[in-house]
């Protein structure tokens, strides 16, 4: 199990846009379904986007879909969450982790996260 760590996180106004970016240690992302997750205080964790192994097909949350775009940097070797439009309810610590298939939850261990404040 590879250690997962997120970055891209911050604070954005409503209408703007960030990229997160996910990496792994001891792993290659690109054979692995990698799906992003967030989290709010006392919630728990939800699924956003996914990306299958292999082939690269893409699956979102219905409330991100048109919004949120997730993708493989082939030459980094992360798994990107492009978040544009991006509204207050989308406020979260942003977490991302192997699954065993999309729309399933996650096998290894939640990394450090990273946080998204949208607010005015």
């Known amino acids: 199990q590879g250690q997962f760590r997120e970055s891209g996180g911050g604070s954005v106004q409503p209408g703007g846009s960030l990229r997160l970016s996910c990496a792994a240690s001891g792993a290659r992302l690109d054979l692995y379904d990698i799906a992003w997750f967030r989290q709010t205080p006392g919630q728990e964790h939800e699924g956003v986007a996914c990306i299958v192994g292999y082939k690269d097909d893409t699956f979102y949350e219905d409330v991100v879909k048109g919004r949120f775009i997730i993708s493989r940097d082939k030459a980094k070797g992360t798994v990107d969450l492009q978040m544009n439009n991006l509204k207050p309810e989308d406020t979260a610590v942003y977490y991302c982790?192997?699954?065993?298939?999309?729309?399933?939850?996650?096998?290894?261990?939640w990394g450090q996260g990273t946080q998204v404040t949208v607010s005015s």
């Open positions: 982790a192997a699954v065993h298939r999309c729309g399933s939850t996650p096998y290894t261990p």
